[in-house]
């Protein structure tokens, strides 16, 4: 052998020991003779076998990880952080065979670090949350966060991992560790290749060595505060790239983690930190979306955003109960299609012109058909180049206000009839008392086959009539006090049918009368309630065509928490019902149909009803006629007199 290939093949026997040296092998005696066949054959044997070692360990390390991946790949539907550190910790633990994993992913907003420790016992995993504070100095953990390296700590008595409160369930466990390996998870390409200095100046705390102990000499109070600082200024900062710290330890009584684990949980945390960070952003994009789905709905003002061709895209709960539709029912349709045209025209005109309203009177369509009035604001929808994609438009019903407005006015015609009912009844009555004497003398004096006689019986109804409309006047302005007692509602019931058998007679029809046995006492005011029947069944005659029955029902209602027992009265009559547009009016003061009606009449039923603590509602539908229920409970100190 030459001597200038025996030099060569010394030279590569050299570099086998520094090979061996990285791996943390037992140390062999590869120095031997180059120019011993048996001595190299032997050496590169040694190799080969190492070779294969070290291919098998790179195999089973690449599936680990490729495993890894597919379980981080399914962080994305974890919940929250403490499912998603759970799950990589116990993977970590069972896959790698780690005696105890750890995983903690920053929180700016309380500057903490929040994850789960999980320790390997047997077949059994145990997870516990931590949450550490990252002010100050609390252990190697942390630590490798603000050095921005991985930390490998092999005197945990000295150093130890995590500064945890006394009583904390980990600080048994910890207490008897030997050896950590720490490791940074940074966001995935988040800083260009710079010093952290060149990027957010010098109040940067990230790598900075200086962070462990004050310099000699200096005031340790002073470096204390300033460190703290300077850590808050750097969980303010955007361009922090931590996500979070992972890692893995073993007992004492166990041999200490080395380069190949630390290698190993770099490799892992590289796989891992990028998955997590998806996961965590996953999180966040569903908390805000729950965040603007809760804020949309909690509106009182109804809200629909469209997009540029005017197809809704959102559609809040107010708008949902304002209008009927749910929101799959107008998703994706255009805005005119479920809600009228007038609507349409002012967000048309938004969208195409930028012409934006606000709180423009306008009528939209429920989905009953009925038209709902609004005050309707729209604003445009614009990215953050300021294009427009949409517009939004909200809007609030005027129905409450336009009743309001209008029962304010009723009160002031009310107050007004008062007013002058109460100043000109008294002349009105005595003249009509004595014209109705006057007659009434005239008829006595004339035969029944007289000219003159159905004249006179013309101007008898005439003056009864101006006489109840003056009676109707004075209830609704000056109502009576109630005199309740406890007694049956059939016998007011059957008193009123009775007191109308000549209108009944005279408009053919029946009353078809169902009393419920056993039916509870009310305490009423028989005379009031007595009134109440009498013009409902009228009504309910009047609006029957001839032959047919006005159904009459009286019964207990059913039980409510709220309202207790009660007693239930409805009235139906056959007649063609009430169109939906006077349903809304029907109980309002002045409101008719009726031809020379005054429009008062059901206007007091209610008022009635209203101070017995009870409810008269209506039902109704074109071509199948109204039922009117009155529902009474049995206490009636929940009215006013």
């Given at each position: 052998?030459?001597?200038?290939?025996?030099?060569?093949?010394?030279?590569?026997?050299?570099?086998?020991?520094?090979?061996?040296?990285?791996?943390?092998?037992?140390?062999?005696?590869?120095?031997?003779?180059?120019?011993?066949?048996?001595?190299?054959?032997?050496?590169?044997?040694?190799?080969?076998?190492?070779?294969?070692?070290?291919?098998?360990?790179?195999?089973?390390?690449?599936?680990?990880?490729?495993?890894?991946?597919?379980?981080?790949?399914?962080?994305?539907?974890?919940?929250?952080?403490?499912?998603?550190?759970?799950?990589?910790?116990?993977?970590?633990?069972?896959?790698?065979?780690?005696?105890?994993?750890?995983?903690?992913?920053?929180?700016?907003?309380?500057?903490?670090?929040?994850?789960?420790?999980?320790?390997?016992?047997?077949?059994?995993?145990?997870?516990?949350?931590?949450?550490?504070?990252?002010?100050?100095?609390?252990?190697a953990v942390p630590r490798?966060?603000?050095?921005?390296?991985?930390?490998?700590?092999?005197?945990?008595?000295?150093?130890?991992?995590?500064?945890?409160?006394?009583?904390?369930?980990?600080?048994?466990?910890?207490?008897?560790?030997?050896?950590?390996?720490?490791?940074?998870?940074?966001?995935?390409?988040?800083?260009?290749?710079?010093?952290?200095?060149?990027?957010?100046?010098?109040?940067?705390?990230?790598?900075?060595?200086?962070?462990?102990?004050?310099?000699?000499?200096?005031?340790?109070?002073?470096?204390?505060?300033?460190?703290?600082?300077?850590?808050?200024?750097?969980?303010?900062?955007?361009?922090?790239?931590?996500?979070?710290?992972?890692?893995?330890?073993?007992?004492?009584?166990?041999?200490?983690?080395?380069?190949?684990?630390?290698?190993?949980?770099?490799?892992?945390?590289?796989?891992?930190?990028?998955?997590?960070?998806?996961?965590?952003?996953?999180?966040?994009?569903?908390?805000?979306?729950?965040?603007?789905?809760?804020?949309?709905?909690?509106?009182?003002?109804?809200?629909?955003?469209?997009?540029?061709?005017?197809?809704?895209?959102?559609?809040?709960?107010?708008?949902?109960?304002?209008?009927?539709?749910?929101?799959?029912?107008?998703?994706?349709?255009p805005f005119g299609e479920?809600?009228?045209?007038?609507?349409?025209?002012?967000?048309?005109?938004?969208?195409?012109?930028?012409?934006?309203?606000?709180?423009?009177?306008?009528?939209?369509?429920?989905?009953?058909?009925?038209?709902?009035?609004?005050?309707?604001?729209?604003?445009?929808?614009?990215?953050?180049?300021?294009?427009?994609?949409?517009?939004?438009?909200?809007?609030?019903?005027?129905?409450?206000?336009?009743?309001?407005?209008?029962?304010?006015?009723?009160?002031?015609?009310?107050?007004?009839?008062?007013?002058?009912?109460?100043?000109?009844?008294?002349?009105?009555?005595?003249?009509?008392?004595?014209?109705?004497?006057?007659?009434?003398?005239?008829?006595?004096?004339?035969?029944?086959?007289?000219?003159?006689?159905?004249?006179?019986?013309?101007?008898?109804?005439?003056?009864?009539?101006?006489?109840?409309?003056?009676?109707?006047?004075?209830?609704?302005?000056?109502?009576?006090?109630?005199?309740?007692?406890?007694?049956?509602?059939?016998?007011?019931?059957?008193?009123?049918?009775?007191?109308?058998?000549?209108?009944?007679?005279?408009?053919?029809?029946?009353?078809?009368?169902?009393?419920?046995?056993a039916t509870p006492a009310?305490?009423?005011?028989?005379?009031?309630?007595?009134?109440?029947?009498?013009?409902?069944?009228?009504?309910?005659?009047?609006?029957?065509?001839?032959?047919?029955?006005?159904?009459?029902?009286?019964?207990?209602?059913?039980?409510?928490?709220?309202?207790?027992?009660?007693?239930?009265?409805?009235?139906?009559?056959?007649?063609?019902?009430?169109?939906?547009?006077?349903?809304?009016?029907?109980?309002?003061?002045?409101?008719?149909?009726?031809?020379?009606?005054?429009?008062?009449?059901?206007?007091?039923?209610?008022?009635?009803?209203?101070?017995?603590?009870?409810?008269?509602?209506?039902?109704?539908?074109?071509?199948?006629?109204?039922?009117?229920?009155?529902?009474?409970?049995?206490?009636?100190?929940?009215?006013?007199?």
């Amino acid at each position: 052998m030459e001597r200038s290939q025996h030099q060569a093949l010394r030279e590569l026997l050299r570099r086998v020991d520094e090979v061996r040296g990285l791996s943390e092998a037992p140390e062999s005696a590869t120095l031997v003779d180059p120019a011993d066949p048996s001595a190299l054959l032997r050496t590169v044997g040694e190799l080969v076998d190492e070779l294969e070692r070290s291919h098998r360990r790179l195999i089973e390390t690449n599936v680990q990880l490729v495993s890894l991946r597919e379980v981080a790949g399914r962080l994305a539907a974890a919940a929250d952080v403490a499912e998603t550190t759970r799950t990589v910790t116990r993977y970590l633990a069972r896959a790698f065979g780690f005696e105890h994993a750890f995983l903690l992913l920053l929180n700016r907003e309380s500057g903490t670090l929040e994850g789960t420790w999980t320790r390997r016992s047997g077949d059994r995993d145990h997870s516990t949350a931590l949450e550490l504070p990252l002010l100050g100095d609390g252990g190697a953990v942390p630590r490798s966060l603000w050095l921005d390296r991985t930390v490998r700590m092999r005197d945990l008595e000295r150093h130890p991992a995590l500064v945890l409160p006394d009583g904390h369930a980990l600080r048994e466990s910890l207490a008897r560790l030997g050896s950590l390996i720490a490791v940074p998870l940074k966001r995935h390409s988040i800083l260009p290749d710079a010093e952290p200095h060149e990027l957010c100046g010098a109040r940067c705390v990230l790598g900075d060595v200086a962070l462990l102990a004050p310099a000699p000499g200096q005031d340790a109070g002073a470096w204390t505060a300033d460190r703290e600082e300077r850590q808050r200024h750097c969980l303010s900062c955007d361009l922090l790239p931590a996500l979070g710290v992972i890692g893995t330890a073993r007992s004492m009584d166990a041999p200490p983690l080395g380069g190949a684990e630390a290698t190993l949980i770099e490799s892992i945390a590289l796989s891992v930190a990028p998955v997590v960070e998806n996961a965590r952003l996953i999180q966040d994009l569903r908390r805000a979306e729950r965040f603007r789905y809760h804020v949309l709905d909690s509106m009182a003002s109804a809200l629909v955003a469209v997009n540029l061709k005017g197809e809704i895209l959102t559609f809040n709960r107010s708008a949902r109960e304002l209008l009927g539709y749910s929101e799959e029912e107008v998703r994706g349709l255009p805005f005119g299609e479920r809600f009228g045209p007038d609507g349409e025209h002012l967000l048309r005109s938004t969208l195409e012109q930028g012409h934006e309203v606000v709180r423009e009177a306008t009528v939209l369509r429920a989905r009953t058909g009925t038209p709902v009035p609004v005050s309707l604001t729209t604003s445009l929808l614009r990215d953050e180049r300021r294009n427009v994609y949409g517009a939004i438009a909200t809007f609030v019903d005027l129905t409450p206000l336009r009743k309001a407005e209008e029962h304010a006015r009723s009160m002031d015609r009310l107050a007004a009839l008062g007013r002058f009912t109460s100043s000109v009844a008294h002349e009105i009555r005595n003249p009509l008392t004595g014209i109705g004497a006057g007659v009434q003398y005239l008829a006595r004096a004339m035969s029944d086959d007289a000219p003159q006689r159905e004249n006179l019986d013309f101007i008898l109804g005439e003056i009864k009539r101006l006489d109840r409309i003056v009676q109707d006047l004075f209830d609704v302005t000056h109502p009576r006090p109630l005199e309740p007692r406890v007694a049956l509602l059939d016998v007011a019931l059957k008193r009123a049918v009775q007191s109308l058998e000549a209108v009944l007679k005279e408009r053919g029809v029946t009353v078809d009368l169902a009393i419920t046995p056993a039916t509870p006492a009310v305490a009423h005011d028989a005379d009031q309630i007595q009134q109440l029947f009498i013009n409902l069944i009228k009504n309910a005659a009047e609006a029957s065509p001839r032959g047919s029955a006005v159904r009459v029902r009286l019964g207990p209602g059913a039980p409510d928490r709220r309202r207790g027992v009660t007693v239930v009265a409805q009235v139906e009559d056959q007649g063609q019902g009430i169109p939906a547009e006077h349903l809304r009016t029907l109980f309002e003061p002045f409101f008719t149909t009726k031809a020379g009606g005054t429009g008062l009449g059901l206007y007091i039923c209610q008022d009635i009803v209203r101070r017995h603590g009870g409810h008269l509602t209506v039902q109704s539908e074109v071509g199948h006629g109204a039922t009117f229920r009155v529902e009474l409970p049995l206490d009636h100190q929940g009215g006013k007199s």
